[in-house]
């Protein structure tokens, strides 16, 4: 599943391998994206990479996202068993990084 949307000016664009997101994920992806703009306001677009690898036994999920910012593009990435969860602790990273800017 592909999904591209406009938040305030910021494109996002969502990759899911293999499933299909409910609305809750997509909101919670863009409450997140939404928070990190707060502490960088010069963000053009948010890459958000998740995945479901079933075969695995546990931290079947992934969580990956990329900023699009001027410079070197902060990237922070999760595994665990929950996406709400994933994209918290992949927020929190990201904060850590566009503070230290």
């Keep these: ?42 963000m053009e677009w948010a890459d958000i990479y998740l995945e479901d690898k079933k075969e695995k036994l546990s931290e079947q999920k992934q969580v990956s996202i990329r900023l699009g910012i001027p410079g070197n593009d902060p990237f922070a990435s999760a595994y665990g068993d929950n996406f709400h969860a994933l994209l918290t602790d992949v927020e929190e990273k990201l904060r850590k990084q566009l503070e230290k800017r």
């Design 1 to 42: 599943m592909e999904y591209t949307e406009n938040l305030t000016g910021i494109k996002i664009n969502i990759q899911a391998v293999d499933i299909t997101l409910g609305e809750d994920v997509k909101d919670t992806i863009r409450k997140s994206i939404t928070r990190l703009s707060r502490f960088y306001d010069k």
